[in-house]
T-cell receptor
Framework: NAGVTQTPKFRVLKTGQSMTLLCAQD?????MYWYRQDPGMGLRLIHY???????AKGEVPDGYNVSRLKKQNFLLGLESAAPSQTSVYFC???????????????FGSGTQLSVL | SQQGEEDPQALSIQEGENATMNCSYK?????LQWYRQNSGRGLVHLIL?????REKHSGRLRVTLDTSKKSSSLLITASRAADTASYFC???????????FGAGTRLFVKA
């Protein structure tokens, strides 16, 4: 199994450009997440989804949009990139919460985004 | 503001010594998890402890949870150079959907 796959791995944008980061998981997980990681800040939750067709805001949602049209894919969009969005972006997924579920997250390998 | 705060921010020890990292959090939780991140890589889950548990072991890892103090500790015994990484605590919030991370502890184990 591939697990959680993120594309692209690296990207450089100019201020104002737009782009979409793709996350795909092959574990049939219901829940998917986008985090950003900045030095000294740990991971901060941007948006998340608890099922196909649903999305919700996390801690730092401004400047980002997401879509979950298919259960296995979770897209993160930047409509007008800003230098403050320079970061490493991680996608994660996990099983739906039930009494028997281990709530651990499975992470992709990350996308390094630089906005000039 | 972030839910979890790790202490210390950085830790340097000799191979064979034990490493202890602490995590404090602010709100009610379902569980607390510890993750490891090697440089330039994604996070890997290490261990999960539920809010009604006080201690859990997995190989060389020992996690404790004190919900009255809203704190947890991760102990790595007999550390190895390969344990060099960043370690993050993460809290599964009551309500069930979100997992919130702390800023992490950078561990360096000298051979």
């Amino acid at each position: 199994n591939a697990g959680v796959t993120q594309t692209p791995k690296f990207r450089v944008l100019k201020t104002g450009q737009s782009m979409t980061l793709l996350c795909a998981q092959d574990m049939n997980h219901e829940y998917m997440y986008w985090y950003r990681q900045d030095p000294g800040m740990g991971l901060r939750l941007i948006h998340y989804s608890v099922g196909e067709g649903t999305t919700a805001k996390g801690e730092v949602p401004d400047g980002y949009n997401v879509s979950r049209l298919k259960k296995q894919n979770f897209l993160l969009g930047l409509e007008s990139a800003a230098p403050s969005q320079t970061s490493v972006y991680f996608c994660a997924s996990r099983e739906r919460l039930t009494h028997a579920t281990n709530e651990k997250l499975f992470f992709g390998s990350g996308t390094q985004l630089s906005v000039l | 503001s972030q839910q979890g705060e790790e202490d210390p921010q950085a830790l340097s020890i000799q191979e064979g010594e034990n490493a202890t990292m602490n995590c404090s959090y602010k709100t009610s939780i379902n569980n607390l998890q510890w993750y490891r991140q090697n440089s330039g890589r994604g996070l890997v889950h290490l261990i999960l402890i539920r809010s009604n548990e006080r201690e859990k072991h997995s190989g060389r890892l020992r996690v404790t949870l004190d919900t009255s103090k809203k704190s947890s500790s991760l102990l790595i015994t007999a550390s190895r150079a390969a344990d060099t990484a960043s370690y993050f605590c993460a809290t599964g919030l009551t309500g069930g959907f979100k997992t919130i991370f702390g800023a992490g502890t950078r561990l360096f184990v000298k051979a």
